[in-house]
T-cell receptor, first 110, second 113 residues
Framework: RKEVEQDPGPFNVPEGATVAFNCTYS??????FFWYRQDCRKEPKLLMS???SGNEDGRFTAQLNRASQYISLLIRDSKLSDSATYLC???????????FGGGTRVLVKP | EPEVTQTPSHQVTQMGQEVILRCVPI?????FYWYRQILGQKVEFLVS????????KSEIFDDQFSVERPDGSNFTLKIRSTKLEDSAMYFC???????????FGSGTRLTVV
């Protein structure tokens, strides 16, 4: 089983719509969780950390379910500029390596 | 916004040659990492470096790879004898503390021919 699994997509989303997708992780000892965004042939950029209670940053909402070992990301009011690959990332402990999922591709269309 | 700077942006090298990839971390960052991404694949961890020593490395990071921070600022990745399968995007990442996400540089695209 892969350490971090994501639906590769693509998710085709009309502009202004809401899109949500999940990621599952296999290591129950994982402590930290992140969503990164990656544009084509660019570096990953931190979108948001994911906290146990769930958290929101503008149009983006992240949730963590430790019991089922999954993380979700919801994007409201999608913009054309939200088109990217969203990378689910987990870390076992502070300072340790980041383990990346393969990414979920989102295409927002007018 | 502070940046992690990587040079060169693109390097083409012949198989068997040595390459050195360079990274200038954000100035107050203490944790340093190298990752790579083969085209179309996921980002993979290579090595982490803290307090002037390797703290963790992956199976990919074999004897052909080495890292150092020679002058207290640059953080380098050396591949001694490149192979075709080393062709990838190499990302340097740095972190100020151990607790937050890391900042990635814009990468070096290495092409081995």
């Amino acid at each position: 089983r892969k350490e971090v699994e994501q639906d590769p997509g693509p998710f085709n989303v009309p502009e202004g719509a809401t899109v949500a997708f999940n990621c599952t992780y296999s290591n129950s000892a994982s402590q930290s969780f992140f969503w990164y965004r990656q544009d084509c042939r660019k570096e990953p950029k931190l979108l948001m950390s994911v906290y146990s209670s769930g958290n929101e940053d503008g149009r983006f909402t992240a949730q963590l379910n430790r019991a089922s070992q999954y993380i979700s990301l919801l994007i409201r009011d999608s913009k054309l500029s939200d088109s990217a690959t969203y990378l689910c990332v987990v870390r076992k402990a502070a300072g340790n390596k980041l383990t990346f999922g393969g990414g979920t591709r989102v295409l927002v269309k007018p | 916004e502070p940046e992690v700077t990587q040079t060169p942006s693109h390097q083409v090298t012949q198989m068997g040659q040595e390459v050195i990839l360079r990274c200038v971390p954000i100035s107050n960052h203490l944790y340093f990492y190298w990752y790579r991404q083969i085209l179309g694949q996921k980002v993979e961890f290579l090595v982490s470096f803290y307090n002037n020593e390797i703290s963790e490395k992956s199976e990919i990071f074999d004897d052909q790879f080495s890292v150092e921070r020679p002058d207290g600022s640059n953080f380098t990745l050396k591949i001694r004898s490149t192979k075709l399968e080393d062709s990838a995007m190499y990302f340097c990442a740095t972190g100020q503390t151990a607790n937050y996400g890391y900042t990635f540089g814009s990468g070096t695209r290495l092409t081995v021919v």
